[in-house]
């Protein structure tokens, strides 16, 4: 009778140590996905302080180009060392980047220090999702959905309001120092209640691989961020960049296979659905960080919203999301089913981005909102489960490298969407310029001119109404494109296996798991 009491006697303190735990992650979690929702707001007026409209897409590619980069080297250190100390030492850089950030006197500067911030991010990132595998397995995980659920809430729908309204009233520097505070409570409640086995190990970090994969992606989102606009697609530096990019790639996977402690090593790939899921994951990062730099942008310049008014007009996507985020993960919970969301998400993406696309300068907020929210649902449906999948379909002693890939490819998504959809934006805005306004068209955004909603107001009325067609243009080819590129997601998706997931019918595997996480964190 005793034996089959100690389960329930302890499940409440174990169940008081998680949450304890969670609740310190979330507030991590917090800091970064805020940055992301304030930062897009503030970057028309960011753009239009500095100078360059043709640098809009860089503040955002730094970032992501650097958490690309760091996010594989991150997960390995914490897999190697111990996730705590790793984990804490991410924030500490992030939020130097932050305060450097918020400080930018230049749009150089700006790109250099985000950069900085991506490197932070790309350890905050992954050493959450890595914590939270180790803590919880993936059936049981639904249960405390509510408080990523709520972190995602506040980050998303208040993140563009805050963002907006500080952009409005404080200046955008302020953007960047909100994150100094909630940094502060991050660490405090770490250093508190996360206490993880510390870990020794003699191998070396795999520096070879790591460098090797720094250059071929940033060789690669060089590459779709100048072609065509800096430089001809046949020029010698894009050939370059092609070629440097495709040999760094090819050296990176040989270093790997002979690597001791690789920074990615390839046997994960030998699961078809970590393959599958890691596809898809690149393709949601590709679309949901093109939609959220450009939406703000439409929303300022051609339906005339002030930077906290278009924070407001994304609640339609950003509640659709997290709605539908919240439901898939309970229907998940209880069933162990997960294979349709990824399929009805990956409709729902391409339903929403062709809708987005037919948008122009007379299309109202309500239409719009609509479109968002289809889009936004089809997010929804896919963003917890890829990890979910990820997790799940790597060994216990790969948690780390499993969630450190899954980020990885979800973040080179977003890398590569922004850069690319930026170099097509910024032609079409530029091309439909002159051939609406002529030679003054041209001059207005030749070099980036300063395009701010106040800059914008004061141009005649011709330049003006072309600006305001070449915005819209530029978003139609921006959001159409994506379209295209989530059919291929959509297709992956039907190829994911419903394997079993960890913790679906016994507590014993996973509890001896967890026993010293929770145990030293309680």
């Given at each position: 009778?005793?034996?089959?009491?100690?389960?329930?006697?302890?499940?409440?303190?174990?169940?008081r140590?998680?949450?304890v735990?969670?609740?310190?992650?979330?507030?991590?979690?917090?800091?970064?996905?805020?940055?992301?929702?304030?930062?897009?707001t503030?970057?028309?007026t960011?753009?239009?302080e500095?100078?360059?409209?043709?640098?809009?897409?860089?503040?955002?590619?730094?970032?992501?180009?650097?958490?690309?980069?760091?996010?594989p080297?991150?997960?390995?250190?914490?897999?190697?060392?111990?996730?705590?100390?790793i984990?804490?030492?991410?924030?500490?850089?992030?939020?130097?980047?932050?305060?450097?950030?918020?400080?930018?006197?230049?749009?150089?500067?700006l790109?250099?220090?985000?950069?900085?911030?991506?490197?932070?991010?790309?350890?905050?990132?992954?050493?959450?999702?890595?914590?939270?595998?180790?803590?919880?397995?993936?059936?049981?995980?639904?249960?405390?959905?509510?408080?990523?659920?709520?972190?995602?809430?506040?980050a998303?729908?208040?993140?563009?309001?805050?963002?907006?309204?500080?952009?409005?009233?404080?200046g955008?520097r302020?953007?960047?120092?909100?994150?100094?505070?909630?940094?502060?409570?991050?660490?405090?409640?770490?250093t508190?209640?996360?206490?993880?086995?510390?870990?020794?190990?003699?191998?070396r970090?795999d520096?070879?691989g790591?460098?090797?994969?720094?250059?071929?992606i940033?060789?690669?989102?060089l590459?779709?961020?100048?072609?065509?606009?800096?430089?001809?697609?046949?020029?010698?530096?894009?050939?370059?960049?092609?070629?440097?990019g495709?040999?760094?790639?090819?050296?990176?996977?040989?270093?790997?296979?002979?690597?001791?402690?690789?920074?990615?090593?390839?046997?994960i790939?030998?699961?078809?659905?970590?393959?599958?899921?890691s596809?898809?994951?690149?393709?949601?990062?590709?679309?949901?960080?093109?939609?959220?730099?450009?939406?703000?942008?439409?929303?300022?310049?051609?339906q005339?919203?002030?930077?906290?008014n278009?924070?407001l007009?994304?609640?339609?996507?950003?509640?659709?999301m997290?709605?539908?985020?919240?439901?898939a993960?309970?229907?998940?919970?209880?069933?162990?089913?997960?294979?349709?969301?990824?399929?009805?998400?990956?409709?729902?993406?391409?339903?929403?981005?062709?809708?987005?696309?037919?948008?122009g300068?007379?299309?109202?907020?309500?239409?719009?909102?609509?479109?968002?929210?289809?889009?936004?649902a089809?997010?929804?449906?896919?963003m917890?489960?890829?990890?979910?999948?990820?997790?799940?379909?790597?060994d216990?002693?790969d948690?780390g490298?499993g969630?450190s890939?899954?980020?990885?490819?979800?973040?080179?998504?977003?890398?590569?969407?922004?850069?690319?959809?930026?170099a097509?934006?910024t032609?079409?805005?530029?091309?439909?310029m002159?051939?609406?306004?002529g030679g003054?068209?041209?001059?207005?955004?030749?070099?980036g001119?300063?395009?701010?909603?106040?800059?914008?107001?004061k141009?005649?009325?011709?330049?003006?109404?072309a600006?305001?067609?070449?915005?819209?243009?530029g978003?139609?080819?921006?959001?159409?494109?994506?379209?295209?590129?989530s059919?291929?997601?959509?297709?992956?998706?039907?190829?994911?296996?419903e394997?079993?997931?960890?913790?679906a019918t016994?507590?014993?595997?996973?509890?001896?798991e967890?026993?010293?996480?929770?145990?030293d964190?309680?």
């Amino acid at each position: 009778m005793s034996q089959t009491e100690n389960p329930a006697a302890t499940d409440g303190p174990r169940q008081r140590s998680v949450r304890v735990v969670m609740v310190g992650l979330m507030v991590a979690m917090l800091l970064a996905m805020l940055d992301n929702m304030i930062i897009g707001t503030a970057m028309p007026t960011i753009v239009g302080e500095l100078g360059g409209l043709n640098h809009l897409s860089w503040v955002v590619t730094a970032y992501t180009l650097a958490t690309a980069t760091s996010t594989p080297i991150w997960g390995k250190l914490g897999d190697m060392y111990g996730r705590k100390n790793i984990f804490m030492t991410s924030i500490v850089m992030f939020l130097a980047g932050s305060a450097l950030s918020g400080a930018s006197q230049s749009m150089d500067q700006l790109i250099t220090f985000r950069a900085v911030q991506g490197l932070g991010a790309g350890g905050l990132i992954v050493g959450v999702m890595a914590i939270i595998g180790e803590l919880i397995p993936p059936r049981e995980r639904g249960k405390y959905q509510g408080l990523t659920a709520g972190v995602m809430a506040i980050a998303m729908i208040g993140g563009p309001l805050v963002g907006g309204s500080i952009t409005d009233n404080w200046g955008w520097r302020w953007s960047f120092y909100i994150n100094l505070p909630i940094g502060v409570v991050a660490l405090a409640m770490i250093t508190i209640v996360l206490h993880l086995p510390k870990k020794r190990t003699e191998s070396r970090i795999d520096y070879l691989g790591a460098v090797l994969l720094t250059v071929a992606i940033t060789s690669l989102v060089l590459l779709t961020t100048w072609g065509g606009t800096q430089y001809a697609w046949g020029s010698g530096m894009i050939i370059g960049l092609l070629v440097l990019g495709l040999a760094s790639l090819a050296g990176f996977l040989y270093a790997e296979t002979r690597a001791a402690e690789p920074i990615l090593p390839l046997r994960i790939f030998r699961s078809g659905n970590f393959t599958l899921i890691s596809l898809i994951g690149f393709l949601v990062g590709f679309t949901m960080f093109g939609s959220m730099t450009f939406l703000p942008l439409f929303q300022q310049t051609v339906q005339g919203a002030s930077a906290t008014n278009s924070g407001l007009l994304l609640l339609p996507m950003l509640l659709a999301m997290m709605a539908v985020s919240m439901v898939a993960g309970r229907v998940t919970t209880s069933t162990g089913k997960y294979k349709i969301f990824p399929i009805i998400g990956g409709a729902l993406i391409i339903v929403g981005l062709y809708l987005l696309s037919t948008m122009g300068v007379h299309t109202s907020r309500l239409t719009s909102g609509v479109f968002m929210a289809v889009l936004g649902a089809g997010m929804g449906f896919i963003m917890q489960i890829t990890m979910l999948i990820a997790q799940n379909s790597v060994d216990m002693k790969d948690i780390g490298v499993g969630s450190s890939s899954a980020t990885l490819f979800r973040t080179i998504g977003g890398s590569f969407g922004v850069s690319l959809f930026g170099a097509l934006f910024t032609h079409k805005v530029q091309h439909g310029m002159e051939s609406g306004a002529g030679g003054k068209g041209a001059a207005a955004t030749q070099g980036g001119a300063q395009l701010d909603p106040a800059t914008i107001a004061k141009f005649p009325p011709d330049i003006k109404d072309a600006y305001f067609h070449a915005v819209a243009s530029g978003t139609h080819v921006v959001f159409l494109w994506g379209a295209l590129v989530s059919i291929v997601g959509f297709i992956a998706a039907w190829f994911l296996v419903e394997t079993p997931l960890r913790g679906a019918t016994s507590k014993s595997a996973p509890a001896a798991e967890e026993a010293p996480v929770l145990a030293d964190a309680h």
